[in-house]
Structures are given as C-alpha cells and as structure tokens.
C-alpha cells in the first residue's frame, strides 16, 4: 500500500488532523520540537503496532489526554486504524473495519522501515537491531517465515524454562531435538535471505557509496558454529547453559556482520557513510519486500540533513527515483532538499510545514 491519507488525534504534539500524501515523495519540514518525528512515529505505529522511539505506548497519548487515535487510507481505499486508551489499556485494531486483535495483523497490510539519525548507532552497536532489521524483511519476503519462527520461538520458551527449571534429562533432551529442528529451518532460510540481500546491497551501494562499494563483505552467523551440529554445540556446552539459565546458542543468537577490507564497517566508515551503508540495506530490504509485490514498502527517513552533505543527499536523490516506492522525509531546513526537488516535477512530489504540531500542505 502507499498511504494517501493520514488521522491523527491526540498522537504527542500532533493537532487533529487529516493529511494527504503524494504516492511517491513527501517532505515534512519544521523547527526542532514541531513534530516531524511524532507524524513519522505515528506512520510507524501502524506499521509495527509500537514506536521507534519509545516501549512505553502510553507517552505517545497527547499530554492531559487519555486516548491516541491514528488510522490510515491506502491508494485503493483499504483503511487500517489503530487506537489505545490508556485508563483502560486497551489497543483496538481495525483493518477495512473489522476489528483484530493481534498488533501483527497491522504489519501485514503496510511494510514500513525508518532511517533516523540515531539508526546506525544502533544497527551498528550490536545484534540487536541487525536481527530485527532481517527478520523484519524476512516477514515480508518469505511467507513461511512467520509461522517458522513462531514455531521456533515457541521451543526456546519451552527449551529455556526445562534448562531454568532444571527439568530432567528426558524432558530436556526432547525440547533440545525440538530446538535443533526449528533452528535448522530458521536458519536455512535466513541464509537464503541473506544471500538474496547481499546480492540487491550491492545495486545499492553502487549508487550511495560508489567508493567502497567493491570492498564489502557480508559475513552471515547463524547463532552456531557453521562448522558444528547444532546438537553437538549444545552437548558440549550444557553446564554453561545450565549455569546462565538460557539457550546460549541456536537460530535466535544469529548475526549479520559488514566487513571494509576485513575489518568491521562502523570502524571504518565515517558518521555520514554509515548512515548511507544503512540507507543502502534499507532500500535493498525494501526492493526485495517489493519484489514479492504483497505489500509495498513504505520508507520514512528522519532528519535527511543529519549527517549528509549535498553530494551524499544528490546520490539519495538518485536512489529514492530507482527506488520507485513512497517515501517520506523530513527535514529542519527547506534548503536541504533542494536536492530531491531539483530532480523531480511538483507533481511527484508534496511538501508540508510542520509547526507547534500542525501540519500545512504548501
Ligand atoms: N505525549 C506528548 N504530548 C504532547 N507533546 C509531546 C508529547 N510527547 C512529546 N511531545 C512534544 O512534542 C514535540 C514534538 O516532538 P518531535 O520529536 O516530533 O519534534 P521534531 O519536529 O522531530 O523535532 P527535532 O527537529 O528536534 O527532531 C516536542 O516539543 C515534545 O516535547
Ligand atoms: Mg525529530
């Protein structure tokens, strides 16, 4: 879906109001504190039934209020709605109005990913956010995926609790075959993933980091040893996880790795040329989700002035038209997208002001 239209009301700062999108590119511009970050958090909200920026989904209700309310309209008509009242903590879900009672229904109908300036410290600091990036794409591309990894993850509760509860050495053999299947199949399948990213990253940073574009690889770790059985990793570490209380190693450990020249990226790379790395495994997760053609992706960049100078912001330019999806940007100044206007007709393109949480299409 591409959002044509979005409601808010008493989302952060945000007035009551109806927004309309342009299909492809739209520029929200504002002071700092006028609410470009809340309009995307919103956008986001929906897509992912929680904030990027914070676990506590009741900050997001306007101060003095007690209820949020955010839906939105796709191109063709199909609404998705979503709203919390925080007296009684309750989230309704409604999709074409009927309502669910699952945040994930939402993530089927709308694939959203986020660049802020803040991203690439994340995604670079630790497994964390790289595992959640991938599996994110794998929702989208790989249709089995979803119900694979509830499988697995269910196992390593039950897995965790026999190695907590110290449960006798049937029980935890049993639920240890269980989690070497279910890791198998996650894992063969991410590594298939995998390799299908790495091979669109490269189109990417031919455009964005022409430069070094040559000199990455990308190490794929599956949560185990590559050489080892995962059943054999296990036998051979059984007190250490009867010590810590947990799996150790298995599908959900599983990392993605970018080397310069052998050597990680985040200590290679500049501020600005991480943020770029980052934008490019964006837009390659994002042609992949495309590719599938079962939702369209929709891509939100914060603060595009953040970190990038003209030539950075020219090259995106570049990227976002071969990118050929909706995106929505937004900015502190207007000069920063001179760029982006520059290579497109008026008609492709919508930009808003953004102030004291009001939003003007001008
Ligand atoms: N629950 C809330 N209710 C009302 N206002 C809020 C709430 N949470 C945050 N705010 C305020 O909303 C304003 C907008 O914040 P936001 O992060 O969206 O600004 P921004 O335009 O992205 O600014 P910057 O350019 O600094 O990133 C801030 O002044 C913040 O204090
Ligand atoms: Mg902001």
Redesign the pocket.
Known sequence: MTVARLTTQHF??LSPKTIDFNPALNFFV??????????L?ALFYLGHGKSFRTSKTD?????EQKEFVVSVKDGRGSQLGLSRDTTSGTTIIKIDGERHARLSELAKNIAIQIVTPESFKLFFGGPKERRRFTDLGMFHVKHNFSSQWKNFSRVLKQRNACIRNKADDVTLAYWTEQFCQHSVIVAEERSVYIASLIEELKVWLSILLPTISDKVTVQYLQGWSQKRLLSDVLAANQDRELSFGYSLYGAHKFDVKFLLDKQAIETQLSRGQQKLFLLALTFAQAKLIAKVNRVKPILLI??IGAELDIKSRTALSSAIEFLNCQVII?A?EESVLQPFIESNNSNEYKVFH?KH?EVISI
């Open positions: 952060r700062n504002g002071d700092n504190g006028s609410g470009k970050s809340s309009l958090e900050s997001l209700v306007r101060y914060d603060d937004t502190i953004v949480g």
